[in-house]
């Protein structure tokens, strides 16, 4: 089993739409989590980080982190044809470095 | 300017050739990290240094060795390149523990 897991879509979604990226993660000793954007060739940037149970928003982004149920979301409000990118979802377990899944490929359709 | 440089940005070699990727950080973060990124694998770790003298193996490190020259320089070595090493390569920094990574532009290796 991986460590973090993502769905590797695409995921498909109208412009305005909300998009729902979930992350499962199987190491309980993860204490911290980050989503990451990636555009085609480039390299990852952060959009959120989240430490704690429950929400945590910025902007058109919510975070969403369930320890009990080891599962971490990221919502994206109004969507844009701009948000169309792989999102990477990333656990720090303090041992070493943070562990990625795969990514989730999101597409806003204009 | 970047705070994380990676040269080059591009790189053709042959099989058997030695090559070496460069980082270069201003950020002043001790943590440095190599990841390469394959179609559908994500981002793995080849090696990470929390400082000058402290460097250790990732999950995929065969094939590979590393050089922390100093505190803001980096350096990954593919000793005799195979064209399954084809992929792209990132450096990445961070200060801490619960801290952000901030990556690299990226190298895209492709070994023939």
């Known amino acids: 089993q991986k460590e973090v897991e993502q769905n590797s879509g695409p995921l498909s979604v109208p412009e305005g739409a909300i998009a729902s990226l979930n992350c499962t993660y199987s190491?309980?000793?993860?204490?911290?989590f980050f989503w990451y954007r990636q555009y085609s060739g480039k390299s990852p940037e952060l959009i959120m980080s989240i430490y704690s149970n429950g929400d945590k928003e910025d902007g058109r982004f919510t975070a969403q982190l369930n320890k009990a149920s080891q599962y971490v979301s990221l919502l994206i409000r109004d969507s844009q044809p701009s948000d169309s990118a792989t999102y990477l979802c990333a656990a720090d377990t303090g041992r070493r470095a943070l562990t990625f899944g795969s990514g989730t490929r999101l597409q806003v359709q204009p | 300017d970047a705070d994380v440089t990676q040269t080059p940005r591009n790189r053709i070699t042959k099989t058997g050739k030695r090559i070496m990727l460069e980082c270069s950080q201003t950020k002043g973060h001790d943590r440095m990290y190599w990841y390469r990124q394959d179609p559908g694998l994500g981002l793995r770790l080849i090696y990470y240094?929390?400082?000058?003298?402290?460097?250790n193996k990732g999950e995929i490190s065969d094939g590979y060795s590393v050089s922390r020259q100093a505190q803001a320089k980096f350096s990954l070595s593919l000793e005799s390149a195979i064209p399954n090493q084809t992929a792209l390569y990132f450096c990445?920094?961070?200060?801490?523990?619960?801290?952000?990574?901030?990556f690299g532009p990226g190298t895209r290796l492709l070994v023939l």
């Open positions: 190491d309980r000793v993860s204490q911290s």
């Open positions: 240094s929390f400082d000058v003298k402290d460097i």
């Open positions: 990445a920094t961070r200060t801490g523990d619960k801290e952000t990574q901030y």
